[in-house]
């Protein structure tokens, strides 16, 4: 069942109402063109770039993210943690993955999504 949900909207996911053996997060942008005026034509004035990320995290018990990843220099990366992002695509456990990276937002549909299944995830999440 496809919800989509537009800024400002929310929706009950209660498990009365809705199988969430598996879900789908898509995120869906496209960039609203720029008017140019005559001075950024002139000008060859190039239009910003935007780039969305789709992020998840598994927040433990108590409330904060358990696992902030590998740790360099001191401090975490994020990388193979609790948290599902652009360098770390997949949860260790196999259970939560980005289906890629989409920088430019470019073509009709989701441009990111996040699949979780979330009967089968460990107990501690």
């Known amino acids: 069942m496809a919800i ?6 929310g929706v009950s996911l209660s ?3 809705h199988d969430l053996s598996q879900v789908t997060l898509g995120l869906g942008w496209d ?11 002139l000008m060859n004035k190039k239009a910003p770039e935007y780039d969305l990320d789709a992020v998840a995290f598994l927040l433990g018990a108590n409330g ?3 696992d ?12 193979n943690g ?11 456990t ?5 289906t890629g990276d989409n920088r430019t937002g470019a073509g009709d549909g ?16």
Do not use: C
Not at 4 to 9: A, P, T, W
Not at 31 to 41: P, Q, W
Not at 94 to 98: F, M, S
Not at 116 to 121: E, P, Q, R, V
């Open 68 to 79: 902030l990843g590998k740790i360099e220099n001191g401090s975490p990366t994020l990388i």
């Open 110 to 125: 989701d441009d990111e999504q996040i699949i979780a299944k979330l009967d089968s995830l460990d107990e501690i999440y």
């Open 31 to 41: 960039v609203a063109e720029e008017k140019k005026g005559l001075l950024g034509t």
């Open 94 to 98: 196999g259970k939560i993955w980005l």
């Open 64 to 66: 904060k993210v358990n």
């Open 82 to 92: 609790d948290v599902i992002f652009f360098n770390s695509q997949m949860h260790r």
């Open 15 to 17: 498990k009365s109402q």
């Open 4 to 9: 989509s949900l537009k800024k400002g909207q």
